[in-house]
Structures are given as C-alpha cells and as structure tokens.
C-alpha cells in the first residue's frame, strides 16, 4: 500500500512565491491553480518570462490577479532569439505597474541551447536595461559561475538595485560572490531532493537575510510530490526544508524571506 502525501501545509503569516511559470502549467486549470495558491496563504506570484514568444503571455498573466505579477527577459537557452526589436519590446514594458523584474537572465553552459558568445552579450545588454531602468534582475547560471561573476563584476556600480540568483544549483564560489555584492539566492524543490546534499550546503551557508523562497514550477516538484506537476502551492515545503537545514524556527524562515521578497521587487510595501 502507497504512502499517502502530506498536506500542503498553511502557515499563519503570508508567503511569497518569487519564481514560477504560470504559462507552462498543464495539469490543471490555471483558475483552480491560483485558487489552491491563495488557499495556502501565498500573497503574491511572480511569473516569469524567458522567450520572445511568451514576454507578451507573461504581461497578460500578470493582469489577470491583483496578485500576480510578472517579469520581462529572455532565458540563455533562446539567447539566439534577441534581437534589437526583442530589446526594444522588454524596455518598453520593464517599468509597467506589474512587473517587477528582468528576468530571466543569464548563461547556461549545461545544455548548450545557444552559443556562449551569444548567450554572454545577451545577458550583458540585459543587464543593462536593469541598469537603465532601476530594476532588480533574475539570474539564472548554470554550469557557468566564472563568466557569471565576470559579467556581473561589470555591472557592479551601475547596477543599483541587485535581485537574485534563482535556483541556485552553484558553487560557493558564485555563492560567496553573489552574498557579497547583496544578491538574493533563490531556493526550491531542489532542497528537498535526496542528492541535493550540495545545495543544502549552500543553503546553511547564505544568511537567512538574502534568502527568497520559489518554486520555479512546473519544475522541480518538492518531496513528497515528486512525480507529479509542480505548482506554486507547493511553496511551504520549500520553507519548510530550509528551516529543518537551517536549523531555524519556521515562523523565522517564513517571516524573515517574506521580507527579503518585499525588500527585491516590491520596495516601498
């Protein structure tokens, strides 16, 4: 007989789901995945964008909730994508009301999508839009943390609101870099997995301060639901194991990364 899964837990204070992508989920209605979003007491959503084909998909979901918001920017995978009228697209919507963010962004020399030169001059002309238009930056780096901290070292003072490195699967070398210049590091399922031992290390080592929960779904499906669609309403396993690495009480994970969220992409609330 099969174990039956816990229930999602439902925490007191109020949670912020930083990382997601509302338009590839597929398992349910989406109106019944907000529902179940709300329900577990996440207060605000972040969809992100990562193509020329879904910058435009991303702004109309962050209109369909007070609630949701968004993000324009393209993923390294389609580095090969952007164009001077892609640019001239992400610029033109980076300082609308819902979103708050460009991103995602970056170089991923694990899958290889695009070519490195390629993907290095994308990711630097972006950041440059966040320079120019005093927005935080979602940061995806894989297998690629010296060229990671090469371009970010650019940008070191014009770039004056920093953002976060999602997902964070690196070393404690971009670890220790990103810490240090005031990046946020971005946790999810990841945590939970049995052979994740690498990135609980980092975990323990990021200040609780410079922590944002996400759960990059419909990706990486926390224990105890792996194997099934990830979705935003998994969030609080997520809080829930870097409390248990961190040896904190929860209420201080939950209380302290929900302010991080603020302090990110919503300064001001």
């Keep these: ?31 019944e995945t907000l529902e179940q979003t709300q329900q577990v007491n996440i207060e605000k959503v972040i969809t992100i964008a ?25 993923h390294p995978h389609d580095a090969e994508s952007y164009s001077d009228e892609v640019e001239a697209e992400i610029r033109a919507h980076a300082g609308d009301e819902k979103i708050v963010a460009i991103g995602e962004i970056g170089l991923d020399y694990f ?25 935080p930056v979602v940061i995806h780096s894989r297998e690629a943390d010296e060229d990671t901290i090469a371009i970010l070292s650019e940008f070191e003072a014009s770039l004056k609101r920093r953002g976060v490195i999602h997902s964070f699967t690196s070393g404690p070398g971009l670890a220790r870099y990103a810490l240090d210049q005031g990046w946020c590091l971005g946790f999810n399922g990841i945590t939970t997995f049995n052979k994740a031992e690498n990135v609980r290390d980092i975990v323990r080592m990021a200040p609780l301060d410079q922590i944002l929960l996400e759960t990059d779904s419909p990706f990486l499906t926390p224990v105890p639901y792996r194997g099934k669609e990830n979705a935003p309403f998994y969030l609080p396993f997520v809080a829930e194991k870097i409390a ?17 969220s603020l302090q990110t992409f919503f300064p001001g609330q």
Excluded at 54 to 74: C, D, F, K, M, P
């Design 1 to 31: 007989m099969s174990k039956k899964r816990r229930e999602i837990p439902v925490f007191g204070h109020p949670i912020i789901e930083t990382h997601c992508h509302l338009d590839y989920l597929r398992e349910r209605p989406l109106e």
């Design 50 to 74: 990562v193509s020329p084909d879904n910058l435009a998909r991303v702004r109309e979901l962050s209109q369909i909730a007070a609630w949701v918001y968004g993000t324009q920017g393209i």
């Design 111 to 135: 899958y290889d999508n695009a070519d490195r030169e390629v993907q290095r001059q994308v990711f630097r002309r972006q950041l440059q839009i966040a320079c120019d238009t005093d927005r």
């Design 244 to 260: 248990e690495v961190k040896h904190l009480p929860l209420d201080d994970v939950i209380t302290r990364t929900y302010k991080n």
